[in-house]
């Protein structure tokens, strides 16, 4: 079945019936702030937000999420709540409200020093703190608090999201056993090497265990949940059905590819809108016969942006022709900035790309831009459809919605794809060009190839990876973790 909002509306109508519908995460879909204009809102840079946000929008229900925008608490009623999207409200959001210490211990701390680094393998070590865990404890209990609140004592359906929730389905199914809970994990889960280093190890494996389904983006990690269970809890794990029995409670482990809105993209890719910006991005660039790169990520250590740039280095070094005549954009914002391995990463980029800028650089030529800035959805697709080629060179990436946000984006069938195979995606999208982001040598010269493809081999290839977001678009992705859900029921 070819899966679009309006199957997935109708097919949740007919599983929800009386049923309350709880999406929870860490992320807001909406984050308001003051400006100039009043109240104003923007929505984060967030693989989670971009998936679960046309979900919420085709089926309604409740969504949980931390309250982080500084003007969040003026827009929302006497219960937390404030119905979106703003402009056509489809679903209710419900703030959370965290004090400085709870954001920093759960947040910064437990979630993104622990473990962040911890289920990516990019050797940056974790850090994992008392007073850390007991802050993303106590912030759990809250949010198993919100939950029960919004469930309003009816049968309910419970999506939990990502690695900032660990204990959350074990504490509502404490209270609520009748409740269908499922979680998905957006990040990759590591091998059981690494994650033996986590001394809180055991209690978030009893607590993915309220999970009565717990899904991740490739068969890989389940496997790698499966083992790291298998060595660390009492637990019963059955690898012909890919689950784990604890306390007498089954929890399925499964694999579901997430995935985008593609008709959405598309669809704002072709507007005249679009076509106009990004014939306005593409003058800026085609003055003298340039070709353009872009990169379009949060600043952050797993994204792989300084080997991105070394090997545009040296692209220039081995492949002089292209001196001058290729323009690397990388944009997008700052992200976990309190955090010092983040602020060191932030000062790093920017000082190689001054290295390399100052060795390059011609009388009005530099190879890299730079623009730390939060893009709309609409600038973000016409980067995207400027664009000779985009680089995706994540060191480990549990999927990476950024490459298929391009493909959707090329409505032309044209342009390249360079896709690490260490991000989830390389795996649905074998088309790409594929890079290992720290062999410099290779991605340079996948860089050359992907200037120099044919026409024909461009339309080939993407025309290829269109098919295939499109049909495995995210309204399949939540399609089957539902029907995985009403079997719980
Ligand atoms: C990843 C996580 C998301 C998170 C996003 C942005 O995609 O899986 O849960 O929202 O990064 O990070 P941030 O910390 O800004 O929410």
């Given at each position: 079945m070819n899966w679009n909002k309006e199957i997935l509306k109708n097919f949740v109508k007919k599983i929800i019936l009386d049923h309350q519908f709880i999406v929870v995460s860490c992320r807001e879909p909406y984050l308001h702030a003051y400006s100039n204009q009043g109240v104003t809102y923007i929505t984060p840079a967030s693989g989670m937000a971009t998936a679960i946000m046309p979900i919420m929008t085709a089926c309604g229900g409740v969504w949980i999420a931390h309250?982080?925008?500084?003007?969040?608490?003026?827009?929302?009623?006497e219960l937390d709540h404030i119905a979106v999207p703003?402009?056509?409200?489809?679903y209710t959001l419900r703030r959370v409200w965290l004090s400085k210490e709870e954001e920093d211990g759960f947040?910064?701390?437990?979630?993104?020093?622990?473990l962040w680094p911890l289920s990516h393998i990019v050797y940056s070590r974790p850090t994992f703190r008392a007073k850390d865990w007991e802050m993303y404890r106590r912030v759990n209990e809250k949010f198993c608090e919100a939950v029960i609140q919004e469930l309003h004592g009816k049968p309910g359906f419970v999506f939990i999201q990502d690695?900032?929730?660990?204990?959350?389905s074990r504490l509502i199914k404490n209270k609520r056993p009748d409740v269908v809970v499922a979680q998905f994990w957006h990040i990759p889960w590591p091998n059981r090497e690494a994650f033996r280093?986590?001394?809180h190890g055991d209690d978030i494996l009893d607590g993915l265990l309220g999970n009565d389904i717990l899904g991740f983006h490739l068969r890989y990690h389940c496997l790698n949940f499966l083992e790291t269970i298998n060595h660390n809890i009492e637990a019963i794990v059955n690898y012909e059905r890919f689950s784990v029995t604890r306390y007498g409670r089954e929890s399925l482990i499964r694999a579901f590819p997430i995935s985008i809105d593609f008709a959405a993209i598309s669809e704002i890719a072709s507007s005249e809108e679009t076509e106009k910006r990004s014939a306005e991005i593409r003058g800026d660039f085609r003055v003298r016969d340039k070709w353009l790169g872009v990169g379009i990520d949060r600043?952050?250590?797993?994204?792989g942006i300084i080997e991105r740039f070394a090997a545009i280095d040296c692209f220039l070094e081995k492949y002089p022709a292209f001196r001058g005549k290729f323009v690397f954009m990388q944009l997008g914002p700052i992200s976990r900035i309190r955090i010092p391995k983040y602020r060191e990463y932030n000062d790093a980029v920017y000082r190689v790309m001054v290295e390399i800028n100052d060795k390059w650089k011609l009388k009005d030529w530099q190879p890299i831009i730079m623009k730390k800035i939060h893009l709309s959805l609409g600038e973000v697709v016409a980067y995207f459809r400027a664009a000779d080629l985009c680089i995706?060179?994540?060191?480990?990436?549990?999927?990476?919605l950024v490459a298929k946000e391009f493909i959707a984006a090329r409505v032309d069938h044209d342009g390249v794809l360079l896709l690490?195979?260490?991000?989830?995606a390389a795996r649905e999208l074998p088309e790409a060009l594929m890079i290992?982001?720290?062999a410099v040598d290779q991605f340079a010269d996948q860089i050359r190839n992907a200037l120099e493809m044919s026409p024909e081999e461009k339309t080939r290839r993407m025309s290829k990876m269109r098919n295939s977001v499109e049909r495995n678009n995210v309204f399949r992705w939540a399609g089957h973790i539902l029907k995985e859900m009403k079997k719980e029921r």
């Open positions: 309250g982080s925008g500084e003007a969040d608490r003026e827009v929302v009623d703003p402009e056509d409200p489809k947040y910064y701390g437990y979630a993104n020093e622990g690695y900032h929730f660990s204990l959350l280093v986590c001394p600043i952050d250590y797993t994204k995706v060179s994540s060191i480990h990436d549990g999927m990476n690490s195979q260490f991000a989830g290992n982001p720290l």
